[in-house]
């Protein structure tokens, strides 16, 4: 399991190189992996359908009980299933579509390391894990979205992308570390099994709202829908891949993952179906009124999203097979309908529907494909879009409250979703020839295949229900409903009920709405400007607003001069260590003064005369002289406290910076006393503020003894375990060398950093 | 730079070796006596900078062979490998590894991860102080 992921971002490393090497089909080639994760995947399903649940263990970070463990049940299963198989489409599609790009090395980069983030977010047992997994798409996604970085608007589509998942992301990593504390554990596999001690738990509000912040960011519910349209900038084959089929949907795995410890309650049912509902309503009454070919799509996805949201909500077994089949149904004709819409734009030039129409005759294969995803989209018999629809409403009226509410938001979405269906499946394709930018010819194979399957599936599993359900559906239900059968059938003949007489109706009154579709878009121009006082502008606002606030308090802190960083930097350790003793208080004890030899006092006072003497000095020369003198008084304290080695080590410090200030002082003006007498004073009294603080901590160090002092195990384990009498060197290199690694890495930082400024700003000047 | 001193120039000469040479007496004593990789390193850089006083930068380029800036790169990679061995056998990140080997002439020898790892603070340690003067020295020209 670890390796069938790994070996995505292996891919992903070689992917530039396999693609210069390959050529024109580079496609196909990167698609063998994706199609043997798939097989390998579909390995496990004869043990997870007969309800085994598997969990594959790998230490990772034990000192911190992190592990890289993996949990296969239905419900990652499902997923994985998803992202393996469609991938092998958006892969081979890629190579075609991307072909004359400049980047498509770069493209193959992308999105193999997304297809792992992915399976990591849906196959891993650890929260930890998961959550990196879980970032991890959100960055993928944004490097994808500004795919073509040179377009303004992809890169401002990109990053608005990446905040809003991030934010969420944040307040999902509070929110797992909160149901970690809650559940008792990091692994979902143990987490699953307490939902009573999680539920009962102070905890389980706060950590509920945190986790369904990150939930609804990803899966672009109401109100950070609006990320998802704008999301389109990408390239087609990465809207399909990321902004339909799986990526958006991470939220509802988590909300489906965690339903067996986290639902089951009024909060839960109210927030998820009310959020859901709403979403599902307003992703169609949008898409409706869009004619942009993928904002439409995009639409009608953030209603497919609010849908899932909603069914998990309900929570009854119905409602949560209705979600499973749902979502593979929406995968599927959503996946192809994509595709489609990119084979509109590579053969056609189409990006707008109002360019579209009549294309029947140049792309028959294409159409056919395309209205079988349609007809699947809009929930037509007897498609699988159908079968799930017929579901969701039963699920719908068997609600546990809000019933009426529900029951008008899906109906008004069906009836939507119907008209949606149509402008998607006929206006492109019937009617009178629309002339498309470019003369419109049939798409090659690679582009067509993905299409073709995806829709193909949707008709197989319509005509056969029990083909999904007891391939995987029913296994994923069970894990959404804690590894409980669900009591819930899917089938094409539900008999005359409600669900089929609000069906019937929908599609009538959706294909009316249709008709009238140019008429009912003007009415609806409306929108237009309410959309202007959306949380969108609530997003720009906070960006202007973090812009305009790291302005104020750069030209605050950065002014370019040295002496106000050094004194930021004196006054801000001043101001939280004062805070920090004021709080805890400090006290000063008895210091035995009497002790002082006289060699010790004569040190003293070498150091304050050279102290008093760097500050007063009118030279600069004289300044830095006494500086040094200062400096090995202090090697000379360290000697007498037997610190040999922090002795020697300070001596040729100060040698070299002697010396270097000595190279420095060649490039400086001449001393001029220009500071007024009271900005000497301001310098005078930060300086006695810093060192006074100093000299307190000093003090008030000496007498605390709150922990055991270390230094003993160190010398006496320094020959034992580090073979080496010198204590200080053991400690460096042995027992503490992580810490001189970084301190290492800092110094070498700070040549570069020298290097860099002094050789950058020699070129400017030449 | 060239500070045109007879003395010097005859001193830095002789000493640059010397002073080399004590810097590697300080860097393999410094496990059980004063000394170390960071305190031999600044040994080192102080010996090659009194070279760069005597003579002048091209000399003194000349007399390391290599860029600072490499040594800086080599001595953080060697610190970082030093820590991998342990890896290996099972066992965290950095955990020390100690092998002993027999040299014809010498006798026994220890070697061990961390003589691996204060040889890299070594190498960084004079790439950090040479590649900062060398600059600094040649931004002055």
Known sequence: ?766 | MNMQSLILRTAGHFLLPLLLLFSLFLLFRGHNEPGGGFIAGLVAAAAVVLYLFSMDIASARQVLRVDPRSLLGGGMSLAVLSGVPGVFRGQPFFTAQWWEVTVPGIGMVKLSSVLLFDIGVYLVVVGAVLTIMLTLAEAED
């Open chain 1, 1 to 766: 399991m670890l390796y069938a992921i790994l070996s995505t971002f292996l891919l992903a490393a070689l992917a530039p190189w396999l693609h210069q090497l390959t050529g024109r089909q580079s496609g196909w080639v990167l698609a063998l992996l994706p199609a043997a994760l798939f097989l390998y995947f579909a390995s496990f399903l004869p043990a997870i359908n007969a309800g085994e649940v598997v969990v594959l263990v790998t230490p990772w970070m034990p000192g911190l009980d992190i592990q890289l463990s993996f949990l296969v049940d239905g419900l990652s299963l499902l997923f994985a299933l998803l992202i393996s198989g469609i991938g092998f489409f958006i892969v081979s599609y890629a190579g075609r579509y991307l072909e004359k790009s400049r980047d498509l090395g770069r493209f193959y980069v992308l999105i193999l390391s997304f297809m792992g983030s992915m399976l990591g977010l849906v196959l891993a047992d650890n929260l930890v894990a998961m959550f990196v997994f879980w970032e991890l798409t959100s960055v993928t996604s944004y490097l994808l979205i500004g795919y073509n970085h040179e377009d303004l608007k992809a890169r401002k589509a990109a990053l608005q992308g990446l905040i809003v998942t991030v934010a969420g992301g944040l307040a999902l990593l509070a929110g797992i570390v909160m149901l970690a504390i809650a559940g008792g554990s990091y692994e979902l596999s143990e987490i699953l099994n307490s939902g009573d001690a999680v539920r009962e738990h102070a905890f389980y509000l706060p950590l509920l709202i945190l986790i369904l912040l990150g939930a609804f960011t990803k899966s672009a519910q109401v109100p950070f829908h609006f990320w998802l349209p704008n999301a389109m900038a990408a390239p087609t084959p990465v809207s399909a891949y990321l902004h339909s089929a799986t990526m958006v949907k991470a939220g509802v795995y988590l909300m489906a993952r965690l339903n067996p410890s986290l639902g089951g309650t009024d909060v839960w049912f109210t927030v998820l179906a009310l959020f859901g509902a709403a979403t599902m309503f307003t992703g169609v009454f949008l898409a409706f009124r869009s004619t942009g070919i993928k904002s439409v799509l995009a639409y009608s996805t953030v209603m497919a999203l609010g849908t899932l949201t909603m069914l998990i909500g309900i929570g009854t077994e119905a409602a949560l097979l209705a979600a499973m089949a749902f979502l593979l149904a929406h995968s599927l004709y959503k996946g192809a309908l994509f595709l489609v819409a990119g084979i509109l734009d590579h053969e056609a030039g189409a990006k707008d529907f109002l360019q579209t129409g009549g294309l029947r005759a140049a792309l028959p294969v294409t159409s056919a494909f395309a209205i079988l995803a349609a007809l699947s989209l809009g929930g037509v018999l007897p498609m699988f879009g159908f079968v799930a629809k017929e579901l969701m409403l039963e699920s719908v009226l068997g609600a546990p409250g809000w019933v009426p509410l529900l029951a008008l938001l899906a109906i008004a979405s069906a009836i939507l979703g119907v008209a949606v269906a149509a402008i998607v499946g006929i206006r492109p394709w019937f009617g009178p020839r629309v002339e498309t930018p470019k003369s419109p010819h049939e798409a090659p194979p690679a582009l067509v295949a993905g299409p073709a399957v995806l829709a193909s599936l949707g008709v197989l599993f319509g005509l056969g229900p029990g083909l999904a359900e007891g391939g995987i559906l029913a296994a994923a239900a069970r894990a959404v409903n804690g590894g409980v059968p669900v009591d819930a059938n899917l089938s094409l003949w539900h008999g005359l009920n409600w669900p089929l007489a609000i069906s019937l109706v929908s599609l009538v009154l959706g294909l009316l709405l249709y008709s009238r579709w140019d008429r009912a878009r003007a009415v609806l121009a409306w929108v237009e400007t309410a959309a202007k006082y959306g949380p969108e502008r609530g997003y720009d606002r906070m960006m202007d607003g973090i812009v305009r606030v790291s302005e104020w308090q750069t030209r605050l802190l950065q002014s370019g001069y040295l002496r106000y960083y050094v004194m930021f930097i004196i006054l801000a350790t001043v101001a939280m260590v004062g805070v920090t003793a004021r709080f805890y208080g400090v006290s000063v004890g008895p210091l035995a003064l009497s002790d002082l030899r006289f060699y010790e006092l004569t040190i003293v006072a070498v150091m304050v005369a050279s102290a008093l003497f760097a500050v007063l000095s009118r030279s600069r020369l004289g300044a830095v002289a006494a500086l040094g003198s200062f400096g090995f008084t202090v090697a000379l304290m360290f000697v007498m406290f037997s610190a040999a080695d922090v002795g020697i080590t300070q001596i040729l410090v100060e040698t070299l910076t002697v010396i270097l200030l000595v190279l420095v002082l060649f490039r400086l003006p001449g001393f001029l006393g220009l500071s007024s007498r009271l900005i000497k004073l301001r310098d005078a009294s930060v300086a006695l503020a810093g060192g006074g603080m100093i000299t307190l901590l000093l003090v008030s160090t000496h007498n605390a003894r709150e922990f055991d002092s270390i230094a003993r195990y160190f010398i006496e384990e320094s020959v034992p375990s580090g073979y080496g009498r010198n204590v200080v060197n053991v400690i460096l290199v042995d027992f503490r060398a992580l810490d001189t690694l970084g301190e290492i890495f800092v110094l070498a930082l700070a040549a570069v950093g020298v290097y860099a400024m002094i050789r950058f700003r020699a070129e400017d000047k030449s």
